[in-house]
């Protein structure tokens, strides 16, 4: 009885999406870089010298840091956004940075989330050096600080892992910039934000070009974070 | 020692939470591409039911779908989303049914030749609320129109829906009467592609105004303590602009584009939900909790 037109029930849709909707991206691909960007810089300052002192420090209750970086590595990004939200609102404790709906409020919130990742992941990497290059280090006389640099240098393929997984955390990350950012147009939206939208509204052929830009950026530039440690291999030891 | 023993007890826990996460992250999304699965027939004992996140955020469904699904021995699964993706849904043949709040895109579905059978099921309507100190002085004006264009002209912030929903639909076209083409960023007025119940928050937080159903305002009216309504007053009766009723309609998704939806039960189900029966059961919900009714009938006979 049903007239069938077509072998598929689904209409025929065309995937081809153009270059000047890619233009229109471009603020939003910005915004997602330089933010995830930050929050890389600012998490790689805390977490590598927290990972390495974590690997070399011999200090009561450093298994509960340890477990509770692990559980930080394990935590749904979108409590730590709600976590920050309660924190940035106007009647959080931190209200009156008036950060909550800007950029400044997603960097905090990817910063939270990627810390113990780069943290957790550097300490590993230290840990699974040769015990007798740190004693060697410290018969040589090194600093603690020269002595942490010196590991993290040595460690370099486990700390580039660290890097790239929290990086590929927080730019694929939705819940908590959606809730600490708005998603508002032109000013705290980003990839995955306007994928969702998108989503939502039934574009499905945009939300699926967001998707293939996201996923191409992310791979170049996990490209170039990898070839920033092999260059750094060649260079004499 | 003493930590490894609170490592012992800590383990287990994180590993229950890591599962827990595991098991509910991948859940959430797969209602809708399961629905996909396409030419074969759907399973008889379901019906899939695309309509907007108001009806299931109000309570509405959870309130009345038991009935229909007792008495038909049937599943609904209910896909709450924004009105322009539940349409996308059914022009897909994703959905069986779509309850929604947008007439021109509705008929839209139904010209496109996606819908058929489109029944008047009940309305509400909209309000404009906004912070309490009301800098743009719109408080009790008597149109909605004239307010937008006093917020504009005061420069006061406005938070938009922006995500082509219903309430979204609604606020365009109360701009476009009003002869303004705000653009977010500019003049107080920003674009957030998200929810109601996001929105009213955001309002809340940002001392803007907003565009709101009057159902979801009220659900969420205890969280929202520095929001206060400016335009439509205290219920439905007592709104001046009646430009701002907010009729839902519900749609079958057409078989003879789909053979593959469950047809049948769609219809039956827009017959259940348009008889005197369930139409007076939607017409007394909220009363008991909010004082006043959240919907009103209007389905008539065909």
Same mark, same amino acid.
């Given at each position: 009885?049903?007239?069938?037109?077509?072998?598929?029930?689904?209409?025929?849709?065309?995937?081809?999406?153009?270059?000047?909707?890619?233009?229109?991206?471009?603020?939003?691909?910005?915004?997602?870089?330089?933010?995830?960007?930050?929050?890389?810089?600012?998490? !790689?300052?805390?977490?590598?010298?927290?990972?390495?002192?974590?690997?070399?420090?011999?200090?009561?209750?450093?298994?509960?840091?340890?477990?509770?970086?692990?559980?930080? &590595?394990?935590? @749904?990004?979108?409590?730590?956004?709600?976590?920050?939200?309660?924190?940035?609102?106007?009647?959080? @404790?931190?209200?009156?940075?008036?950060?909550?709906?800007?950029?400044?409020? &997603?960097?905090?919130?990817?910063?939270?989330?990627?810390?113990? &990742?780069?943290?957790?992941?550097?300490?590993?990497?230290?840990?699974?050096? $040769?015990?007798?290059?740190?004693?060697?280090?410290?018969?040589?006389?090194?600093?603690?600080?020269?002595? %942490?640099?010196?590991?993290?240098?040595?460690?370099?393929?486990?700390?580039?892992?660290?890097?790239?997984?929290?990086?590929?955390?927080?730019?694929?990350?939705?819940?908590?910039?959606?809730? #600490?950012?708005?998603?508002?147009?032109?000013?705290?939206?980003? %990839?995955?934000?306007?994928?969702?939208?998108?989503?939502?509204?039934?574009?499905?052929?945009?939300?699926?070009?967001?998707?293939?830009?996201?996923?191409?950026?992310?791979?170049?530039?996990?490209?170039?974070? %990898?070839?920033?440690?092999?260059?750094?291999?060649?260079?004499?030891? | 020692?003493?930590?490894?023993?609170?490592?012992?007890?800590?383990?287990?826990?994180?590993?229950?939470? &890591?599962?827990?996460?595991?098991?509910?992250?991948?859940?959430?999304?797969?209602?809708?591409? +399961?629905?996909?699965?396409?030419?074969?027939?759907?399973?008889?004992?379901?019906?899939?039911?695309?309509?907007?996140?108001?009806?299931? $955020?109000?309570?509405?469904?959870?309130?009345?779908?038991?009935?229909? +699904?007792?008495? +038909?021995?049937?599943?609904?699964? #209910?896909? =709450?989303?924004?009105?322009?993706? =539940?349409?996308?849904?059914?022009?897909?043949?994703?959905?069986?049914?779509?309850?929604?709040?947008?007439?021109?895109?509705?008929?839209?579905?139904?010209? +496109?030749?996606?819908?058929? *059978?489109?029944?008047?099921?009940?309305?509400?309507?909209?309000?404009?609320?906004? @912070?309490?100190?009301?800098?743009?002085?719109?408080?009790? %004006?008597?149109?909605?129109?004239?307010?937008?264009?006093?917020?504009?002209?005061?420069?006061?912030?406005?938070? !938009?829906?922006?995500?082509?929903?219903?309430?979204?639909?609604?606020?365009?076209?109360?701009?476009?009467?009003?002869?303004?083409?705000?653009?977010?960023?500019?003049?107080?007025?920003?674009?957030?592609?998200?929810?109601?119940?996001?929105?009213?928050?955001?309002? *809340?937080?940002?001392?803007?105004?907003?565009?709101?159903?009057?159902?979801?305002?009220?659900?969420?009216? !205890? *969280?929202?303590?520095?929001?206060?309504?400016?335009?439509?007053?205290? !219920?439905?009766?007592?709104?001046?602009?009646?430009?701002?009723?907010?009729?839902?309609?519900?749609?079958?998704?057409?078989?003879?584009?789909?053979?593959?939806? *469950?047809? $049948?039960?769609?219809?039956?189900?827009?017959?259940?939900?348009?008889?005197?029966?369930?139409?007076?059961?939607?017409?007394?919900?909220?009363? $008991?909790?909010?004082?006043?009714?959240?919907?009103? =009938?209007?389905?008539?006979?065909?």
């Amino acid at each position: 009885m049903p007239r069938c037109t077509t072998g598929r029930a689904v209409p025929a849709q065309s995937y081809s999406v153009n270059l000047r909707m890619i233009e229109s991206f471009l603020p939003i691909i910005t915004l997602t870089l330089s933010v995830s960007g930050i929050a890389l810089v600012i998490a !790689s300052v805390l977490g590598f010298p927290l990972g390495a002192w974590l690997a070399l420090a011999r200090v009561p209750g450093k298994r509960l840091i340890e477990a509770l970086i692990y559980t930080g &590595m394990a935590f @749904p990004p979108v409590v730590v956004g709600l976590a920050v939200y309660l924190l940035l609102s106007r009647s959080g @404790p931190l209200g009156w940075l008036g950060w909550l709906f800007t950029p400044r409020a &997603m960097i905090v919130a990817q910063v939270v989330i990627a810390l113990p &990742m780069v943290a957790g992941l550097t300490q590993s990497a230290i840990e699974a050096l $040769d015990p007798a290059l740190r004693l060697q280090l410290r018969a040589l006389g090194a600093s603690p600080a020269q002595t %942490m640099w010196t590991l993290l240098a040595e460690a370099r393929a486990g700390v580039i892992s660290a890097l790239i997984a929290a990086f590929g955390s927080i730019i694929s990350e939705v819940g908590a910039v959606m809730l #600490v950012g708005g998603n508002i147009a032109g000013s705290t939206r980003v %990839m995955t934000t306007a994928i969702v939208l998108e989503t939502r509204q039934g574009e499905f052929e945009l939300a699926l070009a967001l998707g293939a830009v996201l996923l191409s950026l992310t791979f170049v530039i996990n490209f170039a974070i %990898m070839r920033l440690g092999q260059r750094r291999e060649v260079a004499p030891r | 020692m003493r930590t490894q023993t609170l490592l012992r007890l800590i383990t287990p826990a994180l590993a229950l939470v &890591m599962t827990a996460c595991a098991a509910a992250t991948p859940s959430a999304p797969t209602a809708a591409p +399961e629905a996909t699965a396409g030419q074969t027939a759907r399973q008889p004992g379901v019906l899939i039911l695309a309509t907007t996140t108001s009806t299931d $955020d109000s309570g509405l469904l959870d309130a009345i779908l038991p009935g229909f +699904e007792a008495a +038909e021995g049937v599943d609904v699964q #209910v896909i =709450a989303v924004g009105t322009g993706q =539940a349409l996308a849904l059914g022009a897909a043949g994703d959905a069986d049914v779509v309850l929604v709040h947008a007439r021109a895109q509705e008929d839209a579905f139904v010209a +496109e030749g996606s819908g058929v *059978n489109r029944r008047d099921v009940m309305y509400n309507d909209f309000i404009i609320v906004g @912070p309490a100190a009301d800098p743009a002085g719109v408080k009790d %004006m008597a149109r909605a129109q004239e307010a937008l264009a006093q917020i504009a002209s005061a420069g006061a912030p406005f938070a !938009s829906r922006g995500d082509k929903s219903g309430t979204h639909s609604k606020e365009l076209g109360l701009w476009k009467a009003a002869a303004l083409t705000p653009v977010s960023g500019e003049n107080g007025y920003v674009e957030l592609g998200q929810g109601m119940g996001e929105t009213l928050i955001y309002a *809340n937080e940002s001392g803007a105004y907003t565009l709101t159903d009057r159902a979801t305002w009220l659900a969420s009216q !205890s *969280n929202l303590p520095d929001l206060a309504v400016m335009v439509g007053g205290a !219920s439905i009766d007592a709104n001046p602009d009646t430009g701002l009723y907010n009729p839902y309609g519900v749609i079958a998704v057409n078989p003879d584009k789909f053979p593959h939806v *469950n047809a $049948d039960l769609a219809e039956r189900f827009i017959a259940w939900i348009t008889s005197a029966e369930v139409q007076a059961e939607i017409g007394g919900f909220g009363i $008991d909790q909010y004082g006043q009714a959240l919907f009103f =009938a209007s389905a008539t006979t065909p």
